[in-house]
């Protein structure tokens, strides 16, 4: 995949995000047919969830829980089936269809709504006890600031927000060499970054009309920063030494588990928990 830096007369920012919406409609046509979400799994009793996630957000039991960009709904499911009332939320109106016919097949309490997270406080009222959101889905915010004021938004008092996702280094990552060495931007630029498309991460080899994904780089203390610009109060930032998808330089462990070589340590993933100060009863 190639990458371009910004220059002057790229796509204003409602530009690149109408982009990345077709492109994310046609790639959750391609991941619902396909292998690596297994829809077939998920409506026979998989769980989409990591272990690890399950015990850091904890028991969500009788909880309010919205999930931004939830793509085609397979970690909401799985939410709802753990004793979740779901609010699903993505950009994408195929997505959308895609996770409502999912939770309508397994039976869950799950409802799902078509938004820009970005302009979520104009189509959606209401309290969560719980936001959660993951994998894959930071580099495609233009704005932390606003977009973690949104998340406080919809928090009750006393509420968590959980995100787990990749972390910046690793996006910093040359994914074309077979070598561990940086390749793309870390700092944050106003401007996005385009991206040729081939195929989806999840296919490479699928058919895909739309040739450009746009992409906001932020730095973990872009990140730290939003959130406690935003009143959340931080409880922790767990950083992995393994990514969930293939590298050239990365060695594989086990599915979704691919490390750098051995002799070099880097974070690759990360997991943080924040809450809304307050107090609720139905807070976590």
């Known amino acids: 995949m190639t990458d371009q830096v910004p220059e002057p007369g790229q796509p204003p920012v409602d530009a690149a995000i109408a982009s990345n919406r077709a492109l994310w409609d046609e790639w959750a046509a391609i991941h619902a047919q396909g292998s690596w979400y297994n829809l077939d799994a998920v409506r026979a009793g998989a769980d989409k969830l990591r272990p690890y996630e399950v015990a850091e957000v904890g028991d969500v039991t009788g909880l309010s829980l919205l999930h931004l960009q939830c793509q085609i709904g397979a970690d909401s499911v799985s939410w709802a089936r753990r004793g979740a009332h779901v609010t699903g939320v993505d950009l994408s109106p195929v997505a959308i269809q895609i996770a409502t016919e999912l939770a309508r097949d397994v039976g ?27 994998r894959g889905i930071l580099g495609w915010l233009p704005d932390l600031t606003s977009w973690a004021q949104i998340v406080h938004r919809f928090l009750a008092p006393g509420g968590i927000f959980y995100l787990t996702d990749m ?20 700092w944050h630029r106003p401007e996005p970054i385009r991206h040729d498309v081939r195929g989806s991460y999840a296919d490479p080899n699928a058919h895909v009309e739309s040739t450009n994904k746009y992409l906001w780089t932020h730095s973990v203390g872009d990140l730290l920063t939003a959130i406690a610009g935003a009143g959340l109060h931080l409880e922790f930032f767990h950083e992995f030494p393994w990514l969930d998808r293939q590298l050239p330089c990365l060695v594989k462990q086990s599915e979704r588990e691919f490390l750098p070589p051995k002799g070099i340590e880097l974070p690759l993933y990360f997991s943080l928990r924040a809450r809304k100060p307050g107090f609720s009863l139905g807070a976590p």
């Open 167 to 186: 972390h910046p280094m690793a996006r910093a990552l040359d994914d074309s060499s077979p070598e561990v060495r940086l390749g793309r931007p870390y």
């Open 108 to 134: 869950v309490d799950t409802q799902f709504l078509v938004s820009d997270v970005m302009r979520l406080d104009e189509v959606l009222v209401g309290e969560w006890d719980i936001v959660y959101t993951s």
